[in-house]
């Protein structure tokens, strides 16, 4: 078969199919690092043991997260308004979580307290408007009229809190929600952080703010939130020990029933390392026993139902070790993914019956016997009636924003400038021996000790003549389950003969061929021969589509794949640099297609892969080492706050720059 390079471009393998290795791998990994964790819950037997696992849960959390800011100082807390509706009066407060960054929030009190009352803490899902969404004032509305106070926060990033709203321009440079939280919680991964110690310590001062309220019993502070909601009440679950009962909902599933949905997720839900240190779903639930824990959960979620089932049943039997079985209690609904009326009225009852001791609000009785209590049927009626306010009546500050607002504002990206200044301070204060050795052991864990090598055992296809060059397709295992691939350029006239051998990375490998063509001939011309490696998940390697975004989009196929890898604690980075080093093996093997000398050249974001093999290149194999355009530090990435969404996650190795940043490397 004849090709050109158009067709090179089109190539596809018909001996092994490798477009699913990626994502097999990946799960794989998962899977047996999920089911070891079973098996270490399941041997948990006793009460002392269930707080040792909780304590290393806890831990684990928290460091994969970079603890929690070190901050516990003046709330500097200030009521902007006050609106009265039916039943309650709804106060707009505003506090600081740490000096210059403030967070609006709404507190609905019902009437007559006549005493300090128990309070519920809701946490929002991720509505762009925040606590000022119609779904969630109804839901609020609904919790107090069942006699609880109720204390809604906006999020980092949604409501009145966006990151990247322009006061100048009067608009979003990067829309709430989502968007928002992935564009600065990338870069919290490599400082070792993540954007979820953001959302977790706005909580742990919002119950300090609860606590300083002379109407509310800090002995009797609840929390509940849907979807992102779900996510940072469990985070308060395991974290914050002043929580007194908790109603997660539309988030309590299993990791692995996740893993196979297909979906990916927002940066404050992705916890490095926690799977690969055993940790799931359940440990979130054990955290809690046997406080009052009510699940709430939509039949027809994205996140699998199945998952939530299998974890409340697995989770059971630590409430039952306290004699208090009915404490965990999983409540679900015939609907998709919201906070639907029947959890809010699910959610009033059980924190009135858990947290104000009504007689009326036996919801677990009542889902046992098939029944709905009394106020269960009250509440979720009250809530199909509920009018919300106008996003402006709720507002705390004038223009619907504190970027604006408060003179000097800061969030996550002010903080993660000031993580990259405090690394460098750290890093410079070592000797230049010290922090290499550090950097190098760093890496080599990083990168080396998750791999499981094999013989390449290549397979090569001769090509024919492409553009004036013999070319070959090449093939070999980079590791167990993963192969890499590569077309090979020499020059006709000595196709045979022993040549420098250039390995060349660049974004799309064998994918982007014809505007380098003209590289890769002035390379031949010079004697050499010519590379172009496909490392895993692109060119011929390509992944299938796991989802319907495009396969280099936010939320995309190597998006999921990249924070599935951050779970277990790898990354599609360390994959990529172990891929290039691999390929100087392939290059170097003794044969007759061997190189005489090996060179490695990077290009684009993919230099990366080549600066950091090369620090692991100890026996010197490779001659010459260069790197073309592309990023030269990754401090110099944090300059740019609106950086491309394409592709972000393959060049991120959590925690680096705890250690090097790339000129340190040489």
């Not at 979580?97 to 309070?119: C, F, K, N, Q, W």
């Not at 989770?315 to 609904?333: A, C, H, I, N, S």
């Amino acid at each position: 078969m004849e090709y050109n390079v158009n067709d090179l471009e089109q190539f596809s393998l018909n001996i092994y199919d490798v477009k699913d290795q990626l994502k097999q791998h990946v799960y794989k990994r998962s899977a047996e690092a999920l089911a070891a964790g079973d098996l270490a819950r399941d041997a948990v037997q006793t009460q002392e043991e269930l707080e040792r696992r909780r304590l290393a849960a806890r831990e684990a959390f928290l460091d994969g997260i970079g603890g929690l800011p070190e901050y516990g100082g003046p709330l500097n807390a200030a009521i902007a308004g006050e609106l009265r509706i039916e039943g309650m009066r709804i106060e707009k407060v505003v506090y600081e979580s740490r000096p210059g960054t403030h967070v609006t929030a709404s507190m609905y009190i019902p009437d007559g307290l006549t005493e300090p009352s128990a309070a519920v803490l809701f946490v929002c899902g991720h509505f762009e408007n925040g606590r000022l969404a119609p779904n969630y004032q109804a839901v609020c509305q609904t919790i107090a009229a069942a006699g609880l106070i109720v204390f809604a926060v906006d999020p980092v990033g949604q409501g009145e809190r966006a990151t990247y709203f322009d006061p100048a321009a009067g608009k979003m440079l990067v829309p709430r929600s989502t968007s928002d939280h992935e564009q600065v919680g990338a870069q919290c991964w490599p400082l070792g952080d993540g954007l979820a110690r953001y959302f977790l310590h706005d909580v742990t001062r919002a119950v300090d703010y609860l606590n300083t309220r002379p109407e509310i019993d800090p002995r009797r502070i609840g929390i509940t939130g849907n979807s992102g909601g779900g996510l940072q009440t469990t985070m308060a679950m395991l974290a914050e020990p002043r929580i007194a009962a908790a109603a997660p909902a539309t988030f309590v599933m299993s990791r692995e029933s996740y893993l196979y949905a297909g979906q990916a997720q927002d940066a404050e839900q992705i916890w490095p390392g926690m799977s690969a240190k055993g940790f799931d779903h359940e440990d979130l639930l054990m955290a809690m026993a046997p406080k009052p824990v009510l699940v709430l959960a939509a039949q027809y979620d994205f996140f699998p139902i199945e998952g939530t089932r299998r974890t409340v049943e697995r989770t059971k039997r630590f409430w039952e070790m306290y004699g208090k079985p009915e404490q965990l209690v999983l409540f679900e609904d015939r609907c998709t993914h919201m906070y639907s009326n029947r959890m809010a009225g699910a959610a009033g009852a059980f924190f009135a019956e858990h947290l104000l001791g009504a007689e009326n609000a036996r919801l677990a009785d009542a889902i046992r016997g098939g029944a709905e209590s009394g106020l269960f049927s009250r509440l979720t009626t009250y809530f199909s009636l509920v009018v919300p306010l106008a996003e402006s009546e709720l507002a705390c500050t004038s223009g619907g924003q504190v970027r604006g607002h408060y003179a000097g504002e800061r969030g996550p990206c002010e903080e993660n400038a000031d993580r990259v200044r405090e690394l460098e301070r750290l890093r410079s204060e070592m000797s230049e021996e010290e922090r290499k050795r550090r950097a190098l052991e760093w890496l080599e864990r990083t990168v080396l000790a998750n791999r499981k090598p094999r013989e390449l055992n290549p397979r090569h296809l001769p090509l024919g003549i492409v553009d004036g060059l013999t070319a070959e397709s090449w093939l070999w295992w980079s590791q167990e389950g993963i192969f890499n691939h590569a077309f090979v350029f020499r020059d006709e006239k000595s196709a045979d003969s022993k040549k420098p051998m250039v390995i060349a990375v660049w974004e799309r490998g064998t994918r982007e061929l014809a505007s380098r063509m003209n590289w890769i001939k002035e390379t031949v011309a010079a004697g050499k021969a010519v590379m172009v490696l496909d490392v895993s998940g692109e060119g011929v390697v390509t992944a299938n589509a796991i989802c319907p975004r495009g396969m280099y989009d936010r939320f995309g196929t190597l998006h999921k794949l990249a924070t599935d890898l951050f779970f277990i604690g790898d990354s599609i980075a360390a994959i990529r640099t172990f891929d290039v080093l691999r390929a100087v093996d392939m290059a170097a093997l003794p044969n007759h297609i061997a190189a005489e000398t090996i060179e490695v050249y990077g290009e684009g974001k993919f230099n990366l892969y080549v600066r950091l093999a090369k620090a692991l290149d100890r026996d010197r194999r490779v001659a010459a080492w260069s790197a073309g355009s592309g990023m030269q530090s990754v401090a110099e990435w944090y300059e740019d706050l609106y950086y491309s969404e394409i592709d972000v996650l393959g060049t991120v190795l959590p925690g680096m720059l705890r250690y090097f940043d790339l000129p340190e490397l040489g």
